[in-house]
């Protein structure tokens, strides 16, 4: 798990050095059209494009017959009917080409979600750090050390959560920070990543110890703890804006991905 | 090229004409400063201290400025607005008498029901009309100066929720409710065993229970207008102590945030849905932790109506209130916002209070400083309730916390007169001043002293509100509010006993009594003066006007249980609350001030020629009904 991660980071990392510079909301749309394209170029290598064509055709032969034959029940309720079955046929031969796109797609969402989803923390701003402990934590013992870097204040003593075995602590940074926060506890130390500041960055928020957890929270390796499952920090939600309203990243990403495919689909002889 | 200069100064003129358009103020300029309960007396001590007050009164002028009868708050502004008395724009008191039922009813704003709604299920969906509106006669000044292509801002204005439609930027003040739909209820959460208090004024006691170190607290809000049920929303803020630190973390709806023993949380917004996941209206509140240990005691604000999405209208136009708070963070929005009565009920420390009250005013200077920045031509108002609340709080005891607010105040003023320059008339008003409140008189209960009032079982006396055990058919009058006398009127009130040609004598003869009373523990009287509305207002819209309004003298005031009609044993009593300053006493008791960068012409100006001093200065002619004369 933790090699698919670094290799889908490290490609998405090579890119936004190039999209860094750019507003966020022009890398995404990049990145989004890029990925329509591929999903395009997919889609036609792995779907059977010649019973496609054909499907599409019945599928107008069927409506041009509900037009024409508008006063016919008969032989429109049977239009209808071959409708329905060479949608099906359609959404069947589809299912192919998903199948082979969905779980890259959805690898590549969950890491697209550290650029865009989250934002850094912002300077001055208080920010909350929580760790969840292993079931044989005792909430009245003394609570785990945290070490901020130097730019980092932690603002008061942590909280032990006794219900939900979490410690969470109160941080502000008041300077960019790209830097780890140290946790030490029983002799043993971890580290979770955290980054404050205005420029877009990849922003991981959780680092688990579970295997299967970081397919869901990629970006930092998997935690070796004894005492810790993960170690979350509240980012802010990124704010991207188009003419001044609010958008979610992922819709955006959804319409220009479709459209960049609907646009190319004539070019590289793709039937979608 | 030639075409292309003709459509430069095509555009050019087009441009010009629209810029005209926008404001025919010309370049004049005028800026107002409501500075509420700021008292002359207090002023002329402390000038050392304030030394923007202090320029002005040396480089331009300072008076008295003479206030309405009652002078409470409302009344007054409701005067500043229209250039009216309140027998002109018909408001006398915070609360009115609906005379059916003889119960309190806001005196500044009423709700309508819709009159067309759907039904789906438990929903009631609202198809045309409902809504808000303000009961105040007349015109507010600054639509009679849009109507004239004038801009103003007017920023906290009391006694006008919902805003009076226009195009100026404006911003609701005192009157405007919280998300409950009061004038601010608080709630105080605790697990400790000797709170045994459910209901305090102005906020409610909630027991809580610790589980595992975890307490789920249920933040109240509006009650529901889309069920037909009308049940209360509210939502859920879920509270983890430490084991053994002063600390705690608060989870709700997605959101974390810590807090130390001592410490107020910033602004929590929150989200109560009507219909799931088709509407829902939107909060802020704010979260104090008193204490952790051995017992939580948590404070939470009222719910104030969030600015960057109002449920109710607080602004004109409706997003002036979310560019505001886009550009200057949230900020309180309840008319009311310093909490005197968690001070009052003892919840809050004298110093928590100061606190909390510093925190109102934080606010609003940041956004006062933010408008009168942007702040360009026609007119600027901008409203500060500190002093007054704080007044009511530190009055006459505590001079320097007290002063500490006037400083802040001062150097807001400051800032005011810098930006008006030579050319800009600045007037610093207040709506009146101050007087100690040592002893509370329940009028009510001079009342049946008297014989005015009976009730049905005379052992029955006591805190108990809204006339519950009097017997209206042998009471002649009764009191609510805090300055105003009712006849029991035969046709308005409902079983009223005193025939309209009685009237006047009743009146008469309690007018004589309600002066002759005087305090047994002094000998002193204890009121100044009565006012027949007849000849006090020059207005005649006194539908909803006491029939006698009670002029105190200065330490004396309404109790509190007069004000929501309770009959104590006592007539007269110390107070020992916490609230020892007010100005709800005979009109000349506490007056306010008026300053200004210019001469005035007046000698014993009124606070309704403010509004006839603004309207002259941008050649408005006045509306019919204006009583005020220009100042300048």
Known sequence: MEMLNWFIDSILLVVHVFLSFAPRLVGLTIVAASIGAGMLWVFGRTSDQERMKQVKRRVQASLLELRVFVDEPAISLRAQGRLIAANLNYLALALRPMLWMGVPIALLLIHLEAFYERAPLALAEPALVTMRMTADWIPSAPPPVLIAPSNVTILGPPVRVAASREVSWRILPYSPVSDRLLFRYNGQEVAKWLEAGDRQRYVTGRRVRSRWETILSPGETRMRSDFAEWIDVRYPSADLRIFGFHVNWLAWFLIVSMATALLLKKRLGVVL | MRAGVACFAVALLLTSACANHATRAAGKRMIVLGIDGMDPVFVETHFADLPNLNFLRQRGSFRRLATTIPPQSPVAWSSVITGMDPGGHGIFD?????????MP??????TTEPTRSLGIGPYLIPLSGGGVRSLRAGRAFWQMLDEHGIRSSIIRMPANFPPAECEADSLAGMGTPDMTGSFGTFSFYTDDPA?????????????????????????????????????????????????????????????????QQGEWSEWVRTEYSLIPHVNSVRGIFRVYLQQVHPYLRIYVSPVNIDPEDPALPISTPRDYSRNLATAVGPFYTQGIAEETSAFRAGILSKSEFLVQSRKVLTDNLKMFRFELDRFQDGLFFYYFSSVDQNSHMLWGRYDSDLLEIYRDVDRAIGQAVAKAGTDTPLLVISDHGFAPFNRAVHLNSFLMREGFLTLDDPTKTGDEELFTHVDWSKTVAYAIGLNGVYVNLEGREAGGVVPEADKRLVLERLARRLVEFKDPETGKRVIERVYFPEEAFQGRNLKYSPDLLVGFRRGYRASWQTALGAVPPEVLEDNTQAWIGDHCMAADQVPGVLFSNRPLRTAGPHLWDIT?????????PKANGMIGQSVF
């Open chain 2, 94 to 102: 915070f609360v009115h008498r609906n005379p059916a039922t003889r």
């Open chain 2, 105 to 110: 009813v806001s005196s500044m704003a009423e």
């Open chain 2, 195 to 259: 709170e045994k208090r459910e209901k305090v004024p102005g906020g409610q006691i909630v027991r809580v229970t610790l589980r595992n170190g975890r307490a789920e607290l249920a933040i109240a809000g509006p009650p529901n207008q889309m069920r037909r049920d009308r049940h209360s929303t509210s939502v859920g803020l879920t509270v983890s102590v430490d084991p053994t630190a002063q600390t705690a973390r608060f989870d709700t709806q997605g959101r974390q945030f810590i807090l």
């Open chain 2, 612 to 620: 006839a001093s603004i309207l002259g200065e941008f050649g408005v």
